[in-house]
C-alpha cells in the first residue's frame, strides 16, 4: 500500500468559517505557499480545451520574457505535452520511485524543459477511488519549493482536471491570485463554469484567489456565454474559435507559436500573446454572483 492510499480528504485545521455553505476545506500551510509568481488557475468543462490554452498561454508568456512553470493537474497527465512533446512522468509517479521520501528526488525527476524554456510539470493524481488530488498538488509545490523553482518563477499556470471542484482539485484555487474559466457557447459548458463560479467564490472568503474571466474557446459565437456573463458578473477576456490550425498542432504535439505561418495562425498566435499581456499587467477582481442550478437551467432555454 502506498502513502496516497491513506490520505486524508482534508489536511490540516479546518478553516473558520468554512469554505462555503456544507463545506470544510483547510488552510495551506505556509511552507506550500507560493510567494513571488504571478499564479493562475484554469478550470473548465472536461474536454473544453484548457490545457490546449494552457500550453498556448504559458508559451505566450515565455514569448514576453517571462519565466514559466505549468503544472497539469490531472491524472491523464497530458497537460503539458504540446510543450515537451512527450507524455512526462508525474510527480506521483515520481515519489513512488523513491518510496515516497522526496528528499531523494532532483529537480530531473519530475520537472521538463519545455518549449521557449517553459518549465513542465504533471503532477499526477492518487490511484482511482483513493486519497486526494489536493495532497497531490501540495506536493507538487512543495518540492518545486524545496529545490527553489518558485525563487526565480514570473508565472506559474496550473491546468487543473475537468469541472471537478471538491476540495482536493480545488486547491490550486488557494495559491492562485487569479482564475480563468474556459468555456464554449453551450449548455453544458455554461453550466459547469457556473458551478466553477461558485466554487472560486467559496475560496475567496478565505485566501486571495479571485475570478479574471472567462475564455471563449472551440465556439463560432459567444452570445450565450456574453448573456450569461453580464447576468452574473463576468467578463469574456479572449476568444478562440473552432479553428483547423489548433486542432492541426494538437495533433503535431505542437504549440501554436511552432506551428507553419498563415494569415490565420497569425492572428490566434497574437490573440493569446494580447491575452498573457492583460494577464500579466493585472485584472481587476470580478463580483460574480453565480445562478442557482434550477434558474440557470431556466436562463439557458436554448431554442
Request: net charge negative.
Amino acid at each position: 500500500m502506498s502513502p496516497l492510499d491513506s490520505i486524508p480528504v482534508s489536511i490540516g485545521k479546518p478553516t473558520t468559517p468554512p469554505d462555503g455553505e456544507g463545506s470544510l476545506q483547510v488552510h495551506l500551510d505556509a511552507e506550500i505557499q507560493i510567494d513571488k509568481a504571478k499564479v493562475f488557475a484554469v478550470y473548465g468543462k472536461g474536454g473544453i480545451g484548457k490545457s490546449t490554452t494552457s500550453s498556448n498561454l504559458s508559451a505566450a508568456f515565455s514569448k514576453l520574457g517571462k519565466r514559466v512553470i505549468q503544472i497539469g493537474c490531472d491524472p491523464k497527465h497530458d497537460s503539458t505535452f504540446t510543450l515537451t512533446k512527450s507524455l512526462v512522468p508525474t510527480v506521483i509517479d515520481a515519489l513512488e520511485s523513491v518510496n515516497f521520501h522526496p528528499e531523494e528526488l532532483s529537480i530531473d525527476d519530475f520537472v521538463y524543459e519545455g518549449y521557449n524554456g517553459v518549465m513542465c510539470v504533471e503532477a499526477g493524481g492518487p490511484p482511482a477511488g483513493t486519497g486526494c488530488g489536493g495532497y497531490v498538488v501540495g506536493q507538487t509545490v512543495k518540492l518545486l519549493k524545496q529545490h527553489h523553482l518558485l525563487d526565480d518563477a514570473d508565472v506559474v499556470i496550473f491546468d487543473v482536471l475537468g469541472d471537478v471542484v471538491c476540495g482536493g482539485f480545488a486547491s490550486p484555487l488557494q495559491h492562485a491570485e487569479r482564475a480563468v474559466v474556459v468555456t464554449a457557447n453551450d449548455f453544458d459548458s455554461i453550466f459547469a463554469m457556473n458551478r466553477i463560479a461558485s466554487a472560486i467564490l467559496a475560496k475567496s472568503k478565505n485566501y486571495g484567489v479571485r475570478l479574471a474571466g472567462v475564455i471563449a474557446n472551440r465556439s463560432k459565437d459567444t452570445d450565450e456565454i456574453d448573456r450569461f456573463n453580464e447576468v452574473v458578473g463576468l467578463r469574456r477576456l479572449a476568444h478562440f474559435p473552432d479553428l483547423d490550425v489548433i486542432r492541426r498542432s494538437r495533433l503535431k504535439k505542437s504549440t501554436l507559436f511552432e506551428m507553419p505561418p498563415s494569415p490565420e495562425l497569425e492572428l490566434v498566435q497574437q490573440s493569446y500573446l494580447d491575452l498573457a499581456a492583460a494577464l500579466w499587467a493585472g485584472t481587476e477582481p470580478l463580483p460574480v454572483e453565480p445562478m442557482k442550478d434550477r434558474d440557470l437551467f431556466d436562463f439557458l432555454g436554448f431554442d
